[in-house]
């Protein structure tokens, strides 16, 4: 039986590019997720007797808004709904079910690197049948019907048993619970040479992979341990937890810590790798060396031919405008295209669809490829491993080599979280302001040859995203870019990318923060970011 439910609208479902993203005890109020699941379908078109694809990463409410949304989507008249077993779907892994199975389109359910539990982060995306995160488009559609939803539509099915592989009906609806990790264990395998890997172990490579307590446990265990042969206990953390063991599921050197100061100890692995609640991020250390997130979308590129799955070349790079230059320079010596695009996974879509990049990342560890609509945090893992197998060098040596033939940008991300929101838009409105001026001026000896607020002319569809960023170019290639974060929950985060580009090879091993230290002193002249933002240091910095 289908039952119409009256409800209420909640002023606050504002979907951002990575979905609808609250506080647990907040989707846990009454008719929160289902208002917020019934505004998605009352967005969409011409799903009757359709597939959607359920999933999220296990993190605490995922089984129980799961159960709602199978409600909801028979109660909406979706013909069909795959769920991944026990509720699990890594971002990437999901992405992949939409597009091989050429369903209408899915809900992750996921709040990404933010930590899990009773009283941290929950979230609800919806992607369309292209696999990727919905267009803003859809996502301002959904917004609007969430303002003016009056009731939602629930079929009474019971509890569906999402544990039990296999498929049964609910109401007029057919539940197919499958393996969340065989499809896409299968995509990688056409994509990387598996037969090198494992002769890679055999050897004796030692992986250190760090699940974090997120989704990627059950792909990881799988892909490196039981496909490829490392042995028992290469993967750690690799059970999900709905708390993720209490710790942020973010691999960065802050939360992954213990990985890079195991990686830089004596008895270091080979290649150290990590990723995120979802799936999506990647952090990659080899011994004796971090690879930063936009070195690695350089050094995947330059090398991607010698894997399979990419041996016939790329078609183009695309990195978001705060990523660091690197892979311009191996895009001009590929001769391919380089495409510049604002921050945010979802502007690399229009670019893989249409053919014209092949290979796409973001600085803040996010890498992949059109093998999915998502960052792919394993993929760039394997990726590296397929390369580090081909070439049979180290992960530094590898690194140090690219920096001699490209030379070396030295990047480093500085926040200021939680700022106060009017300081932070007075930061930016009287940069802004000032911008026109700077073009030619010099700063602690730097000399500015550009300024400007990066507005993204999209090359496929035409449309036209302004304010993305404040650029500011210095003669040389090296770069400040200063921008507020879009993903925050309390206050403004100014987020502030310094890169300097260092082509000389006598000088590619000197500490980044030192390395850029002019730079810094220099965006602080021109920004006022001490005086604006009333503190004296970032509160992260990467
Ligand atoms: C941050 C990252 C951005 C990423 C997004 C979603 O956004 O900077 O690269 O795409 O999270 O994972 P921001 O908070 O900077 O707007
Ligand atoms: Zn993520």
């Given at each position: 039986m289908i039952r119409t439910v009256p409800t209420k609208p909640f002023t606050d479902q504002k979907p951002g590019t990575s979905g609808l993203r609250k506080k647990v005890p907040e989707f846990q109020q009454e008719h929160y997720a289902e208002n917020f699941i019934q505004s998605i379908f009352d967005a969409?078109?011409?799903?009757?007797?359709k597939t959607l694809v359920i999933g999220g990463?296990?993190?605490?409410y995922n089984r129980e808004v799961i159960q709602k949304a199978i409600a909801i989507a028979a109660g909406n008249g979706f013909g069909k709904v795959m769920v991944g077993q026990g509720g699990i779907l890594s971002t990437p892994a999901a992405s992949n079910i939409i597009r091989k199975y050429k369903t209408f389109g899915g809900i992750i359910l996921s709040a990404s690197h933010n930590p899990g539990g009773p009283h941290e982060d929950f979230g609800i995306k919806y992607n369309a049948g292209n696999g990727g995160p919905a267009p803003e488009k859809i996502t301002d559609a959904i917004f609007a019907k969430s303002k003016e939803i009056n009731s939602f539509k629930i079929a009474d099915?019971?509890?569906?048993?999402?544990?039990?592989i296999g498929t049964v009906k609910a109401g007029d609806m057919t539940v197919e619970i499958f393996d969340s990790v065989k499809d896409y264990a299968e995509l990688m395998e056409s994509l990387f040479d598996f037969d090198a890997l494992k002769k890679l172990f055999k050897s004796g490579f030692r992986l250190r992979f760090d699940?974090?307590?997120?989704?990627?446990g059950p792909y990881a265990k799988e892909i490196f341990?039981?496909?490829?042969?490392?042995?028992?206990?290469?993967?750690?953390?690799f059970k999900p937890l709905p708390d993720f063991?209490?710790?942020?599921?973010?691999?960065n050197l802050v939360h992954a810590k213990h990985l890079y100061d195991e990686m830089m100890?004596?008895?270091?692995?080979?290649f150290g790798a990590a990723s995120d609640g979802d799936g999506d991020r990647n952090l990659i250390i080899g011994r004796g060396i971090f690879v930063t997130p936009s070195d690695s979308v350089a050094m995947l590129a330059a090398n991607a031919k010698l894997a399979p799955g990419y041996k016939d070349g790329l078609k183009g790079i695309a990195r978001s405008m705060?990523?660091?230059?690197a892979a311009d320079r191996v895009a001009e010596k590929l001769g391919i295209g380089i495409y510049e695009t604002p921050?945010?996974?979802?502007?690399?879509g229009n670019l893989l669809d249409a053919g014209m990049a092949t290979i796409c990342g973001e600085e803040s560890a996010g890498t992949g490829s059109n093998h999915v609509r998502e960052k792919d945090g394993l993929w760039a893992v394997l990726l590296w491993l397929n390369i580090l197998a081909v070439r049979g060098e180290s992960c530094k040596e590898i690194v140090t080599e690219h920096w001699a033939t490209y030379?070396?940008?030295y990047y480093s991300r500085h926040d200021y979280e939680e700022v106060e929101s009017d300081r932070a838009n007075a930061l930016v409105d009287e940069l802004r302001a000032k911008l026109g001026s700077l073009p030619g001026t010099s700063v602690r000896g730097l000399k500015i040859t550009k300024a400007d607020d990066f507005a993204y002319?999209?090359?496929?569809?035409?449309s036209v995203s302004e304010h993305q960023g404040i650029r500011i170019l210095f003669e040389g290639g090296s770069r400040v870019v200063l921008r507020l974060s879009g993903?925050?929950?309390?206050g403004a985060t100014l987020r502030v990318y310094i890169e300097r580009y260092e082509p000389d090879t006598a000088r590619h091993d000197l500490d980044t923060q030192a390395a850029l230290a002019d730079l810094i002193a220099a965006a602080d002249d021109i920004a006022g970011i001490k005086s604006h933002t009333g503190r004296d240091k970032p509160s992260v910095i990467t």
């Open positions: 969409l078109e011409g799903f009757q007797g990463d296990g993190r605490f099915i019971g509890t569906i048993d999402i544990d039990t699940a974090m307590h997120a989704v990627t341990e039981h496909r490829l042969g490392a042995p028992n206990g290469t993967c750690r953390n063991g209490g710790h942020h599921p973010d691999p100890g004596a008895d270091a692995p080979d705060p990523t660091s230059g921050t945010g996974w979802k502007f690399f030379g070396r940008n002319h999209d090359p496929v569809d035409g993903t925050g929950t309390s």
